[in-house]
Each structure stands twice: as C-alpha cells, then as structure tokens.
C-alpha cells in the first residue's frame, strides 16, 4: 500500500476553543430530535465552531479520497478479485473517474468556506466571488481531466497501451493473449500493475497539495480572525 493523504492541520487556537465547547457540551448539551443542542456559545467559540465543520468537511472529502487510492493498490495487486462483476480495466476506469468526482467537491467545500467568511462579515460577496473564480482557476487542470475521464471515450485509448484493452477483448471473448516473440501468456497483473502505479503517484499528489492549501488556509485565516479579534 502506498502512502496516503493527512487529515487537515488544524492551530492550536482552534484546538484550545474545541475544547472549551467541548466542556460546555458535556455540562450543558442535551439531544433533542438526534440533535446535540448548545449552550450559548461566545463569539470566538462560535467562530472555531463553524470553521471546525468545514475542517471536518474537508477531511471527511480526504478520507474519501485515501479509499480510492487503497482501492487502486488493491486492484494493482489482485486485479481479478472482484472479476465477477467487470474487468478489471472497467474497474480502474470507475476508480480514477470517482477519484476525479470527489476531488471536484473541493471547489463546492471552498465555496461553503468563503461564504462562511461573507457571513461573519470578513470578506464582502464581490470578494467571495473573485476568490471563488481564483480557486477554480487552481482547479481547472484537473477538472479538464475529469472531463476527459468522464466523457471522451478516445482518450482513455491514448492514455492507457494497447495491451491492456487486447487483454480485456481477449478475456471477455474467453480467450488467452500470447505475445508471439516470447509465447508467454499477459495477465491482468503484470499489465495493469504499472498503469495503477503511474495514476496513483499523480493522484496522491494531487490530493497532498490539495491538502497543503487547505492546512495553509486554514492557518491564515485564523491567524487573520485572531487578530480580528472575532477568534
């Protein structure tokens, strides 16, 4: 299994408030309807509340995105395990256009953040706006490969060697593929392994500076809010 991507780094200033709600919580709270009820929350705790949900958010959005890549070393390694219920290249196929899916959420995520921020009065909506269209602009490489992915069938031909779709005719139809200079057998294993290997590494980086900007992110905003005054 190859590495995965951390949970947000959430300040210190943020931990300390946490637990503050938390004691208010154990002494105060009450359920009412599956809901946990607070007490009357002070504007700084009420500021670590709500940034701490979107925190959550984001990191609920990575765990997602550690399974799918758990998900592709699994197929890298036993790429007929589930073969039953597809091949195995429709199934690596499903795992990177998922990856690509939830990695899109982020842009969504980003967007709750920042109108949190025009809520708490610390950024105007023409702000909200101009910074929405500057992280979609950091997002853009990667939302035009999910298009690809997603839609243009002709691409994943250019992307991927000819081997592995041979392979999947081969299998499907019940028939073995013999390389005719060696004679030796191609199995889903040695063909795939390499193609999993080559995404995953992209993948997970993507996915690690993704979770660079948004630790980053976080950092700023609450030094910026402490000093405000509003955390």
Known sequence: MGPLVEHIRLPEEIRKLLVQINDKMVKHGRFEKGEIILPRLTKHQSTAKGLFVIVCEVDELIDNLNLLLNDIDSLSEYPTLFSGTGTPLKRYKLLVRSFFYEFSRFEDLFGYFLLWLERLGEISKQTRKEMRTAFYGRLKPMVDIRNTMLHDAFRWSQM??????????????????????????????????????????????????????????????TYFLAKKGTL
Request: proline content about 3%; aromatic content about 8%; some cysteine.
């Open 160 to 221: 991927l060697p000819t081997d592995v779709f041979l392979l999947e005719a081969a299998d499907s139809a019940r028939h073995r593929l013999v390389r005719k200079s060696d004679c030796i057998e191609a199995d889903w294993k040695t063909i795939l392994s390499p193609i999993c290997a080559t995404a995953r590494v992209a993948l997970f980086d993507a996915a690690a500076d993704m979770r660079t900007f948004w630790s980053m992110l976080v950092a700023d905003h």
